[in-house]
């Protein structure tokens, strides 16, 4: 496939690219790139009268209470809904300024993507202990990691933060996969370490990636500036009602956590027993070597499987959970043309 098929390997969900590369393969395709929950939040009818005006604030600020009680939030901080958290990504160079950045890595690309970007002198590190030089004043940690699901306690987290910060720096932690693993999430913690920004994602583990909805949490000083940037309508009212019903939602919460923990196993069960190695990951992914000189993302994409590649790690691989019985049967019957 050339370097069409290297498209795949830079971001997660390009299934129409994989479609077009792949005319062949059995259909519908099954995406399994993304890591995002594949049973979504029942989502219910919405009254045409939220798509014809604009969110009220008090809809607004319901939201974002809904998220403060299923989240957490510290004593000094506040909650700031955006329209995604990967506009959050993009705006925080903006909001901080370039300079020093450290990113513990191998991580999700966006961060380093956004910092270079702005002009920042980025440097990637494989320990946290690594990261602790005064000449970084920005650093990003993503908790759990993506993609191998790598996890820092929040009391690890939350000290190496109040070191971080307390010369004025920055300690960034996107937390989006934290909702499979609530106790790593500083958002537990009583108060928040000045300078520290915690971002969360909603479409993750709630399946509602289309909804565009997460939440900036800063510390009372910072969050001025952020609703100035973000202004007075920063997601559309069906997404405030959405999302707010969905957060509010503590039984499907609770048993949606039992059944990605299940399902999990059984991925890793099935890939294991096609000869790949697991290298970590969370209840909403996997992260896999391949053996020695098969592509797996040939592989699957030609039975209409779509997995995650890295162009930086070419026999590392990604896989999200099946969405029901015949997406895992054509998972296992893909698996076994590998043994």
């Not at 479409?203 to 100035?228: M, P």
């Not at 030609?302 to 890295?310: M, Q, S």
């Not at 930086?312 to 698996?335: K, T």
Request: proline fraction near 7%.
């Amino acid at each position: 496939m050339g370097k069409g098929i290297d498209g795949l390997r830079i971001h997660g969900g390009r299934i129409d690219l994989a479609a077009s590369l792949y005319p062949s393969a059995p259909k519908p395709w099954i995406d399994l790139s993304t890591g995002i929950n594949p049973i979504p939040w029942p989502v219910p009818a919405i009254s045409p009268a939220r798509y014809q005006r604009l969110p009220f604030a008090s809809e607004i600020t319901e939201m974002t209470a809904a998220a403060s009680a299923a989240y957490g939030l510290p004593g000094n901080a506040r909650m700031l809904p955006v329209p995604g958290s990967e506009l959050a990504i993009g705006l925080l160079p903006r909001m901080i300024g370039d300079g020093r950045v450290g990113i513990l890595a191998p991580t999700y690309g966006s961060h380093a993507s956004a910092w270079r970007a702005a002009g920042a002198d980025v440097h990637e590190f494989a320990e946290l202990s690594d990261m602790d030089r005064p000449d970084l004043k920005t650093l990003v940690v993503v908790n759990p990691n993506n993609p191998d699901g790598r996890i820092i306690s929040c009391a690890d987290l939350a000290a190496f933060g109040r070191t971080t910060t307390s010369n004025g720096g920055h300690l960034i932690v996107d937390e989006a996969f934290a909702d499979v693993r609530p106790d790593v999430s500083l958002l537990a913690l009583p108060e928040l370490p000045a300078g520290t920004i915690v971002l969360r994602s909603l479409g993750k583990f709630f399946g509602l990636a289309g909804l565009r909805v997460g939440f900036v949490i800063v510390t009372e000083q910072d969050a001025t500036v952020w609703r100035q940037l973000l202004g007075d309508w920063p997601v559309s009212g069906p997404a405030c009602e959405i999302a707010t019903s969905a957060l509010r939602d503590s039984d499907w919460i609770a048993a949606t956590r039992k059944r990605l923990a299940k399902e999990r196993k059984r991925l890793d069960s099935v890939l294991s027993q096609a000869g790949l190695k697991l290298l970590g990951g969370t209840d909403l992914f996997g992260l896999f070597e391949a053996p020695d000189g098969i592509d797996l993302l040939d592989h699957f994409a030609r039975a209409g499987i779509l997995v995650r590649g890295f162009a930086g790690a070419a026999r590392q691989y990604r896989f999200g959970l099946p969405a029901d019985e015949p997406g895992w049967r054509r998972l296992e019957a893909a698996c076994v043309t590998l043994r």
